[in-house]
């Protein structure tokens, strides 16, 4: 019995060992699902809500147990959970996955708006302008205008020491 699982993600098939969580199931071939708190050496937590996709399973006769088909014989996929964090679910024979439809697309702009609200639009004079995960992201799938309107943003302790090489920015954390 093989370990390989295969899915489908926008239409392309790959297997991947058992156990593999999505976001890098789809980085396999090629789709790089946006992330802010995901590292493939941590654990994943699924908090910055950046990678939500579509997510469908094959449907099963409650009575049989068997896969449910369509008139052309592929498995019939139920879409009914919503949007699931890619970095948190590991794939599962016959998922489905959709990583660019109008839910999705609209859910990434509303994160990028909502971690945009309390952050300090100073990149141009930022030690990080142009090196920017924040920033990449919002250009790739912010849409360029914010509901929320702060007259005063927060101001944060700075350089704050984690360890003897990493410092803490509390300004510009994004609490993933």
Do not use: W
Request: with cysteine; proline share 7%; charged share 20%.
């Amino acid at each position: 019995m093989s370990d390989l699982i295969t899915l489908t993600v926008d239409g392309i098939d790959v297997s991947v060992p058992k156990g593999t969580l999505v976001v890098d199931a789809a980085k396999r071939i090629e789709n790089d699902i946006p992330v802010f708190c995901y590292h493939p050496k941590m654990a994943p937590v699924g908090m910055c809500r950046m990678c939500l996709v579509e997510i469908g399973l094959p449907m099963r006769d409650r009575a049989t147990g068997e896969l449910m088909t369509n008139e052309d014989g592929s498995p019939q996929i139920n879409f009914g959970r919503g949007l699931q964090t890619a970095c948190t679910v590991q794939v599962s024979p016959g998922m489905v996955v959709r990583t660019q439809t109008q839910p999705v697309t609209e859910a990434r702009e509303a994160v990028i708006e909502f971690l945009l609200s309390s952050h300090p639009l100073d990149c141009p004079i930022c030690d990080k302008g142009g090196e920017c995960p924040l920033q990449n992201l919002t250009m790739a799938h912010g849409n360029g205008n914010g509901r929320m309107v702060y007259t005063d943003k927060m101001k944060q302790e700075k350089h704050v020491p984690l360890g003897d090489m990493i410092f803490l920015d509390r300004e510009r954390c994004i609490q993933c």
